[in-house]
């Protein structure tokens, strides 16, 4: 059967592969242990290591600055139907990097991306979102006013 | 967009499997054979790359080839298969403009050098190295090699190259260091022969 290639919107693609790419391996690999009917799948690029430069913008609208380097680690792999996943996860976990790239191939598969959604996407979100709303909140409880000093913002 | 091109390559295949084990074993083949010209060095590698591509000149490439390098494929090697095998393994840029790549894959000995860069006086090394893919290369044979690395002379038998890209090939010997490279493959085979050596045809043989 020719396999069913869901249009992977860049738009849409880029939101999983982010949440993939900033999950903890704990989260992502408890949800992935649980997703019935796992596919076959071939490496096309084992996992390796790499570092990216992480670039900022002061305020994000300022000019464009080197932040940093971090560690990512990526993968591709190739379903057995043919479809091609990519991973690139934050640090140097390789299983991480092959379980995202499975899952990024699935997402690709209009049968299975409903499913791959509900029971490994949207959890991951919704634990990112929390992570990010109780930093936020920290933050913005220990935020220090300086009477002296203008705020531009 | 990459991302939905990339989603529908035509059938990717996999690099090497150990990266670093392999690419190091290339490397050392490759070394023996400009170190020696006129040996032939076989890659015992299995790597499932593209059908246009013979295992030695994808293996060089996986090995050698990366984005600070283009590669020029010859029109008749450069399937989509081909192109996208070697974009993605080696992250390096195809180049339709044969004098600006650093290495060539052709699928037979070129008329005429003239078409690749040969570096320059003072950078030779920039100077483009040529896979040429033939069905045979074998040692012991009409061409005497001669020069560094080789001791008095040694034969090889390329029987696909035609004797006039050796003319050109001496005509261009005398702007060294400037000069080409060449390694002929066949399978896992190849030979190189460096800008260093001299060759030349046995009487009677043409």
Known sequence: MEPQASPPHSNERKRWMSILAKASYEDLNSLWQNLPDKPEWSRIRAPEIGMVMVRGRMGGTGNRFNLGEMTVTRCTVGLSCGLIGHGYVSGRNKDHAEVAAVIDALMQRKERAETVEHSIIKPLELRHLDRRKRASRKAAATKVEFFTVAREN | ?206
């Open chain 2, 1 to 206: 967009m990459s991302a939905d091109n990339l989603a529908r390559t035509p059938h990717l295949t996999p690099g090497f499997t150990d990266s670093v084990t392999e690419s190091q074993t290339v490397f050392r083949h490759l070394l023996e054979a400009m170190a020696r010209p006129g040996t032939v060095q076989t890659v015992d590698i299995d790597i499932e790359g593209p059908d246009t591509l013979d295992r030695a000149a994808t293996a060089i490439a996986l090995a050698l080839v990366d984005f600070e390098t283009p590669l020029y494929l010859a029109p008749a090697l450069a399937t989509d298969a081909a192109e996208t095998y070697l974009k993605f393994h080696c992250g390096t840029r195809i180049t339709r403009d044969s004098m600006e790549a650093a290495f060539a894959i052709l699928d037979k000995a070129p008329e005429t050098l003239s078409g690749f860069n040969s570096g320059t006086d003072e950078y030779p090394e920039t100077g483009a190295t040529l896979l040429i893919q033939v069905d045979t290369v074998k040692a012991g044979g009409p061409l005497i090699l001669s020069g560094p690395g080789i001791k008095d002379t040694t034969n090889i038998d390329l029987p696909e190259v035609p004797s006039a890209f050796w003319t050109a090939r001496t005509a261009q010997q005398r702007y060294f260091p400037r000069g080409i490279d060449l390694v002929f493959v066949s399978g896992g085979s190849m030979v190189a022969i460096p800008r260093t050596t001299n060759v030349s045809l046995t009487a009677g043989k043409e």
